[in-house]
């Protein structure tokens, strides 16, 4: 008898590749990548909206005349002239910052996964709104971190409820690592965290020496009112890194973003993003570049805030009318996405299956966050499909997810 | 392959591996399907892969191959569709026919089918969910647990893999995991849960089949029993090839296993599940016609242990294809 397994590697893998599991259940991704599925699932920003001049003309000024230098490597902490670009665009938000403090990433994932391998142990604590951003909780789970979820409401976090866990921990003589925050319109959630609770998460993070990650991929994507100003921007004691990317605003195939820190932080994430890929790509620092010195990158980004509210319009208009009584979901005032609870109890993950046989896709509520919550709620994303099919997808939904509430009432739950 | 009664096949063919489609396998059958197709081109083959999908037809019609392999697991390619289709369009194809396909997708029929042979298989009530949403069904949970006893396994009538199983300890949880079923299917069954090990048995041949070496899959703590996780998960899953067992006991599996691919009217290739309990005495669970033939699947690991390659499996199932099927 010969003892198998079918992988011969698997005595040598490294502890935290246990956590890295297969998920072809939870996201059925191959399924719903078929064309007639209507997918609100994916988080896919409108590339088909880049124009296609302003496209040529970047691409053609870096062929004529940087071309050894889109080709070369590049300083670890990024082209000063790019450093600058984003001083611009932070700006935008309302936000001063010193270059000199800016590390370019190979997209905003990257400066996650710098910040954590920067402070995370095996074992650590990290706290992160519940729901939080997939993406970053698979990087802390690599880094086998412990995530503890802080309690939102529509508007994000609850300060009371976190003061609440702060206290537990420091009980058990515990210290969080950091607070991961998505401040803007959040991933899954959709939630504007209101200035008084930034301005109380900044004093918190002062009096317990708390460390404030705050990811910004979506603040400029904000369809009404004055944008809130950035924790980063409250902050007086060095107490927020914090994190943006150009995935939203020009590309994520272009793979560019960044992350502010203090300065003895700064020394160390650089150290790691050495050890991780050297420089980000020069070619793709240029075009970024190209973009934003040209000046339309404002233009363009209004173009977007059009098409986005225009979508998000279309999804709460027909949310409305046709999610099943007693369903609760977010009205987020930019970014991407709605975050839905149906009532009843009503499981997700099952929903998805029957939601999938209709052509129409989410992505389950527990995929945010890394205990097990979310089983009734879904994130749907209104950021990569037009308004009419939008609004049949959520007509499905709606319909499929009444059914299965029936079902619920006839099984007696 | 002594005893198989199959020929390699003749000279080169032109093999037309269908996989995709829109089941819920769909990454698996991807799997597999990509695997046949390879294997099949080493062997100097024409191999033309089709993604299954409404232009179906229209595309065998256009590349009329000599042959099929339908590479897909679950509904609509395990479950007689597809195959049904080949039969009009008269393209032979490998594994089983239409009305075994039915039989072996649907697991309520396939169980009938063995206690009508006298074939051990745990026991069992299946539900529409038009029973639960019209004749108030849910009231006959709770007699249920009492006469399968419990812990008891709620499982989708029509899906494979494992998908929409759950394993159910207290009569409370019944209706939460009977809905988790009925988003799999409209049929959905509740089976006595019998604790054991895990064994598949994997079979070649149609007129004269032949049975491979015993394959006894092992899940990692963690799970309760050989769930997706575990099936698809390199690492998540300890296999024993060939299965230890006392020879008396191992015969009377491959003898039931066997009776079971016929009594199903099986062609060209099949897997039986079994669960052997405390007492060594075997269980049917069900037989796939299409057993996933991934990395980590069990009928490529039975046929290693015969001695047969992977290339050899697939060509030894595709010339099952020109032989009448069984049923």
Redesign the interface.
């Known amino acids: 008898m010969t003892k198998r397994g079918f992988d011969k590697y698997e005595e040598r893998y490294a502890e935290r590749t246990g956590v890295m599991r297969s998920s072809a259940m939870r996201d059925l991704m191959s399924l719903t990548a078929r064309p007639e599925v209507i997918s609100l699932a994916g988080g896919l920003p409108a590339t088909d909206s880049f124009p296609q001049d302003l496209f040529d003309r970047i691409n053609a000024e870096i062929s004529k005349e940087k071309r050894a230098l889109s080709l070369q490597y590049g300083p670890t902490e990024g082209f000063d002239f790019l450093k600058e670009d984003i001083a611009e665009v932070m700006a935008a938000e309302g936000t001063e910052i010193d270059p000199a403090h800016v590390l370019v990433t190979t997209g905003g994932q990257q400066a996650i996964d710098l910040v954590t391998k920067t402070f995370v142990n095996p074992g650590d604590v990290v706290l992160a709104e519940g729901p939080s951003y997939a993406g970053a909780l698979t990087t802390f789970s690599t880094y086998q971190t412990e995530v503890i979820h802080l309690p939102v409401d529509e508007h994000g976090l609850l300060l009371d409820e976190m003061d609440v866990i702060l206290d537990r921990l420091e009980a058990e003589g515990r210290w969080p690592k950091f607070i991961y925050v998505v401040p803007n319109f959040s991933n899954p959630g959709g939630m504007t965290l209101p200035l008084d609770r930034r301005e109380r998460l900044v004093e918190t993070a002062r009096e317990r020496d708390l460390l404030i990650v705050e990811d910004n991929p979506y603040g400029l994507l904000r369809f009404e009112e004055k944008p809130l100003p950035t924790m980063y921007s409250l902050d007086t004691e060095e107490n927020v890194v914090y994190l943006g990317s150009f995935s939203k605003i020009i590309s994520p195939g272009i793979r560019s973003g960044w992350l502010v820190a203090p300065p003895p932080i700064y020394q160390k994430v650089v150290f790691g993003k050495q050890a991780t890929d050297l420089c980000s790509s020069s070619y793709n620092q240029l075009f970024v570049h190209g973009f934003i010195s040209s000046g339309e990158w404002r233009e363009y980004v209004d173009r977007l805030r059009d098409i986005y509210r225009s979508r998000r319009d279309a999804m709460l208009e027909v949310l409305e009318q046709e999610f099943p009584a007693g369903s609760t979901w977010t009205k987020p005032v930019g970014g991407f996405f709605v975050w839905a609870t149906l009532p009843g109890g009503l499981d997700t993950g099952d929903l998805l299956v029957k939601a999938v046989e209709e052509n129409v896709a989410f992505v389950r509520g527990d995929a945010f966050y890394a205990d097990g919550q979310g089983t009734s709620s879904m994130r749907l994303s209104f950021s990569a499909v037009p308004e009419e099919k939008i609004q049949e997808g959520i007509r499905r939904l709606g319909r499929v997810a009444q059914d299965q509430l029936d079902l619920y009432r006839a099984m007696g739950l | 392959m002594d005893g198989a009664g199959e020929g390699r096949i003749v000279g080169r063919k032109h093999v037309c591996v269908l996989y995709?489609g829109?089941s819920?396998e769909?990454?698996?059958s991807?799997n597999t399907g990509t695997r046949v197709a390879r294997a099949l081109e080493a062997r100097g083959h024409q191999v033309s892969p089709v993604d299954v999908?409404e232009s179906l037809v229209r595309r065998l019609v256009d590349l009329n191959p000599d042959v099929g392999f339908i590479a897909m697991h679950g509904k609509g390619g395990e479950d007689g569709t597809v195959q049904e289709l080949l039969e009009i369009l008269g393209i032979p194809y490998a594994g089983a026919g239409v009305s075994a396909s039915i039989r072996a997708m649907d697991k309520v029929l396939t169980k009938h089918t063995l206690l009508r042979r006298g074939l051990p298989t745990p026991r069992f009530h299946a539900f529409s969910?038009a029973a639960?949403?019209e004749l108030?069904a849910?009231d006959a949970l709770d007699i249920i647990a009492d006469q399968l006893g419990l812990p008891l396994v709620v499982k989708p009538a029509a899906q494979g893999s494992a998908?929409?199983i759950s394993v159910v300890g207290e009569a409370r949880d019944l209706?939460?995991a009977?809905?988790?079923a009925?988003?799999?299917d409209r049929k959905v069954m509740l089976e006595e849960f019998i604790s054991g090990r895990e064994l598949a048995v994997s079979i070649v041949g149609t007129q004269d089949p032949r049975v491979l070496p015993i394959v006894e899959a092992v899940p990692k703590s963690g799970h309760d029993f050989y769930d997706?996780?575990s099936r698809?998960?390199?690492?998540e899953?300890?296999?024993?090839?060939?299965?230890?067992l006392e020879s008396a006991v191992a015969e009377e599996v491959e003898r039931i296993s066997l009776e079971t691919y016929r009594a199903l009217g099986c062609s060209g290739f099949g897997r039986v599940d079994i669960i052997l309990d405390a007492a060594d005495r075997p269980w049917i669970l069900e037989l796939n016609t299409i057993p996933g033939l991934t990395?980590?699947s069990l009928m490529p690991?039975a046929a290693e242990?015969a001695g047969l390659s992977f290339e050899d499996l697939v060509e030894t199932v595709v010339a099952t294809a020109f032989e009448p099927k069984a049923e």
Do not use: Q
Request: no cysteine; hydrophobic share 35%; proline share 7%.
């Open positions: 995709g829109r819920l769909r990454d698996v991807i999908d969910d639960f949403r108030g849910k998908l929409g209706p939460r009977m809905v988790s009925l988003s799999f997706f996780e698809y998960t390199p690492g899953t300890e296999f024993n090839v060939p299965a230890s990395e980590t690991a242990a």
